[in-house]
């Protein structure tokens, strides 16, 4: 791939050569970097770099020219090269109308002029910009192959899991792809050898395990120290929040995961009422920000590792994995957050993950394009789903056994629901049964007031329902409330509870049953189920443990 551009555009031409000096001096050894000083010039510049197949990673304009504001230059690039990111500059009076471009055209960023020291001001940003640019874009011998058939449940599970741990794949359909034939033929693969995973450096893969698999895209999968100071079990919003304080106040930190980072929100197409990102941040973006900033202080990632049990051992407790492995450290975090509940209707168990999934990533909807998904739940998940999947699907079928979408959904989402011409809402209805020769075909939909039946046709299943905890693994000594949600703090005084502390000092405020054991996020008990508390709470956790380990 040639050398992307960074397009600057001012119709002052002191101002244009003090951007491109600066835009140089950083990024002239990566990128190309080109002026115009109007907002036509700008757009013949762009029409000419993209008949010359020549990539625009990012476009710096001044609001304020003659002829064409800099939002009017935008909102044309945004329909020329759409993922081109846009950094619009601006005066203080103009920062309203910025906001606005938000929401009107996609704009990923303002700033107000001027931007001395670029140290400080401007190079941050575009680090930012030019960084979620290159991870949409990357080198195609970068890429890792993943051949299979679609309708396969370990296919999903590895695209899934790429997906979700930022590493590029290309999927290749055995039944559409002559590329993909000519890949099995040459690897000798039989049918039970799919998924077949290339990477660029090392031996192909067969239907590889996740742990395999991780191995082989370089993920980190094993702890290096023999004791850590804190062991994070879980990393959604609350785990990476912890594993970040943690880490950069000294403590020997590790975080073990056994999916990716994120949890259910590393999945979400957009959060966009967390603190700080007004245009809304999607959460694999989140997550990955996060997973950055946790190991630029120090703290170690296990990937790919199931933990089955929970150990104590005199002052240390030990995580211990599904394959024989183990993880020791003075103190633990529970911030394994919480599962969607499995839908019960007759033939779905069946059917697998062939065409029924629970949850969904932002890259899912690229799949559904033209077709009819159909979306179980109510909550602030399920509606960002619907967003993402209508934005390419042809319609989408939202399924809510309640009679309002306001009773558990954000306003903001609500109005955005109805505002999509594509979408509909079946309220009061459920999925009773699901059926399909190899893989979904159709599901019928019952009324729950008259109980009419109806059938429906459609490939795409989308659950969103409930949350279940998976905690079984902590063993008999943390209390759990009757759903497996872990007690902590003062709900442990309760007279059916004080009987499971063993200490005369009172559990702090996160603290399990069993001291030094810790809970944070949507897996403890009466937790907020936002990311904004549970980020609160893995950030509340560290300050407890640092009391913690100065009482041992």
């Not at 609001?63 to 020329?80: D, F, K």
């Not at 994120?262 to 959460?283: C, D, M, R, T």
């Amino acid at each position: 791939m040639p050398r992307a551009t960074i397009l600057a555009v001012d119709d002052d031409p002191q101002v244009v050569r003090a951007i491109v000096r600066d835009l140089r001096a950083r990024y002239g050894e990566t990128h190309r970097i080109v002026r115009a000083t109007s907002g036509t010039e700008a757009l013949d510049v762009l029409a000419e770099l993209v008949l010359r197949d020549r990539p625009v990673a990012l476009v710096v304009c001044d609001q304020r020219m003659p002829g064409m504001t800099g939002i009017e230059v935008m909102a044309r690039v945004r329909e020329v090269t759409p993922d081109t990111r846009l950094l619009l500059l601006t005066a203080y009076a103009d920062t309203e109308v910025a906001i606005r471009a938000i929401n009107e055209i996609g704009l990923d960023h303002y700033m107000v002029k001027p931007w001395a020291p670029p140290e400080s001001q401007l190079y941050p940003v575009v680090d930012d910009l030019l960084d979620d640019w290159a991870r949409d874009h990357p080198e195609a011998e970068s890429v890792v192959r993943v051949v299979g058939h679609q309708w396969s449940d370990r296919g999903h599970e590895v695209r899934t899991f790429l997906a979700r741990n930022h590493v590029p794949y290309r999927w290749l359909d055995v039944e559409r792809d002559e590329e993909a034939t000519r890949l099995v033929e040459l690897a000798g693969a039989a049918p039970a050898d799919l998924p077949l995973v290339l990477v660029p450096e090392g031996e192909t893969l067969r239907s590889p395990t996740t742990l395999e698999l991780a191995e082989a895209v370089g993920l980190s999968t094993r702890a290096v120290q023999p004791l850590y100071d804190l062991c994070i079990v879980g990393s959604g919003p609350a785990g990476l929040a912890a594993a970040v304080y943690a880490a950069s106040e000294g403590l020997r930190t590790v975080v073990v995961e056994r999916d990716a980072p994120g949890g259910q929100a590393g999945q979400s197409a957009a959060i966009e009422n967390y603190l700080g990102f007004p245009k809304g941040v999607s959460g694999a973006d989140l997550t990955r920000r996060a997973v950055a900033q946790a190991s630029r202080f120090g703290a170690e990632s296990v990937l790919a590792r199931e933990v089955v049990a929970l150990e104590h051992r005199g002052p240390v407790h030990a995580v211990r994995f599904a394959d024989g492995g183990e993880v020791e450290s003075r103190a633990v975090l529970v911030a394994t957050g919480v599962a969607y509940r499995r839908l019960e209707a007759e033939g779905l168990e069946e059917l697998g993950s062939r065409g029924v999934y629970y949850g969904s990533s932002a890259s899912d909807a690229a799949q559904t394009a033209g077709e009819t998904v159909y979306v179980v739940g109510a909550a602030n998940s399920a509606g960002q789903a619907v967003l993402n999947f209508a934005a390419v699907a042809e319609r989408v079928v939202m399924v809510v056994r309640g009679a309002r979408l306001e009773d558990s959904m954000s306003e903001y989402l609500v109005e955005r629901i109805r505002a999509a011409a594509n979408v509909e809402v079946r309220f009061r209805s459920e999925v009773a049964a699901a059926h399909g020769d190899g893989h979904l075909e159709g599901v019928t939909l019952v009324d729950r007031d008259t109980g009419e039946r109806c059938e429906a046709e459609t490939s795409w299943l989308f659950v969103f329902i409930g949350a279940a905890p998976r905690t079984d693994w902590l063993g008999e000594e943390v209390v759990r409330d009757s759903k497996g949600f872990v007690v902590t703090g003062p709900d442990l005084a309760l007279p059916d509870r004080a009987h499971h502390w063993p200490l005369t000092r009172p559990p702090f405020a996160l603290e399990t049953s069993v001291p030094g054991v810790f809970a944070a996020g949507d897996v403890r008990l009466d937790s907020m189920k936002r990311v904004a508390s549970a980020v609160g709470e893995g950030g509340m956790a560290v300050h407890l443990v640092h009391r913690y380990l100065a009482t041992v």
